[in-house]
């Protein structure tokens, strides 16, 4: 991606109209599940014909994807901002930190990421996030148009290699032992608690992140 080419007026138009999409079928998220969505009500939403749409999406299910790009475009910015003032741990325990504060407030959305993110596990082929999608998307989040919008799951195992270089874990600490209890954690906390108490997910992400660090440390011994 080069960084210093500045959009063309048609690229950022593109970019526009695939975010507006993407901004309607959150907003239909918050009030209805993502299947009673139809191609026809969003494209009137948005005021493009349902021809044009696929011109942007080539199916409808291809949107999920793209809103999960962004979500996990905008968290490797939190991780990489956290990387820069803390150690491996303190990234992981940012990002479920900051994935909480989203799942409150917008728990339509998260809840069909998440979902997508666990049923998927690798990454899906889907519409890339442009540099002009990233510019406008993010205007606030300085160096998001450089970034690479590495996995979720890569991202977690980035830094549990960090912080077992580090010391925040032990030498011996079995990474993909490790990612198990994170996967976990990460998909099980907001599908188990989600639509009782969305409020005390934060709260329970930091128990069940402290109980997986503490069994690291114990198992190492």
Not at 2 to 17: C, E, I, V, Y
Not at 64 to 72: A, F, H, S
Not at 77 to 90: D, I, T
Request: hydrophobic share 45%; glycine share 6%; aromatic share 8%.
């Amino acid at each position: 991606m080069n960084a210093n080419a500045n959009p063309s007026l048609r690229q950022r138009k593109f970019a526009q109209t695939r975010l507006a999409l993407a901004e309607a079928v959150t907003n239909h998220l918050e009030a209805a599940p993502f299947e009673t969505l139809s191609v026809k009500a969003l494209c009137e939403r948005v005021q493009i014909s349902e021809a044009t749409f696929f011109n942007y999406f080539p199916r409808k299910e291809d949107l999920v994807v793209y809103l999960d790009r962004l979500w996990t475009l905008e968290l490797n910015w939190y991780g990489q901002q956290a990387a820069r003032q803390g150690k491996g741990l303190a990234v992981i325990e940012s990002l479920f930190r900051y994935t909480s504060i989203q799942i409150q407030k917008k728990p339509g959305l998260m809840a069909e990421i998440i979902a997508h993110e666990a049923l998927s596990r690798e990454r899906s082929e889907g519409p890339e996030i442009t540099q002009a999608e990233r510019m406008l998307a993010f205007s606030d989040l300085e160096g998001v148009a450089e970034m690479s919008d590495q996995s979720l799951e890569g991202l977690l195992r980035s830094s549990l290699e960090s912080a077992v270089e580090q010391g925040d874990l032990p030498a011996n600490t079995v990474i993909s032992a490790a990612m198990v209890g994170l996967v976990s954690i990460f998909y099980g906390v907001p599908l188990a608690i989600q639509h009782t108490n969305a409020a005390a997910i934060g709260a329970m992400y930091r128990q069940q992140l402290e109980l997986l660090w503490g069994g690291l440390q114990a198992t190492a011994g």
